[in-house]
């Protein structure tokens, strides 16, 4: 029999950040050719991550990022900073970074 140890209990649970609620109260758009959708967020790692998985580029507002299918904008909140940052992952790179 496994037993759980607190330390992986701690791992395999992660916290929202309380920005996170922000971000996703503030109803991000992805928009295309063909119109514009709602952005939906998942929490990994501490940041924010979207994906593209649309056919054609997306344009991410209010963030202003352009996102080819198969990128991946990841958005976090550093202590003590005034914004998000915000960084675009290649399909590859997010591959490599699980």
């Given at each position: 029999?496994?037993?759980?140890?607190?330390r992986?209990?701690?791992e395999n649970?992660?916290?929202?950040?309380?920005?996170?609620?922000?971000l996703?109260?503030?109803?991000?758009?992805a928009?295309?050719?063909?119109?514009?959708?709602?952005?939906n967020w998942?929490c990994?790692?501490g940041?924010?991550l979207?994906?593209?998985s649309?056919?054609?580029?997306?344009?991410?507002?209010?963030f202003?990022?352009s996102?080819?299918?198969g990128e991946?904008?990841?958005v976090?909140?550093k202590?003590g900073?005034?914004?998000y940052?915000?960084e675009?992952?290649?399909e590859?790179?997010?591959?490599?970074?699980?």
């Amino acid at each position: 029999m496994h037993r759980t140890t607190i330390r992986e209990a701690n791992e395999n649970r992660e916290h929202t950040p309380i920005w996170f609620a922000a971000l996703v109260a503030n109803g991000c758009t992805a928009k295309h050719r063909a119109g514009h959708r709602s952005v939906n967020w998942r929490c990994n790692s501490g940041k924010a991550l979207y994906t593209n998985s649309a056919r054609d580029a997306e344009q991410i507002h209010p963030f202003g990022v352009s996102l080819r299918r198969g990128e991946t904008l990841a958005v976090w909140w550093k202590p003590g900073e005034t914004a998000y940052t915000l960084e675009v992952y290649k399909e590859a790179d997010v591959a490599a970074a699980a």
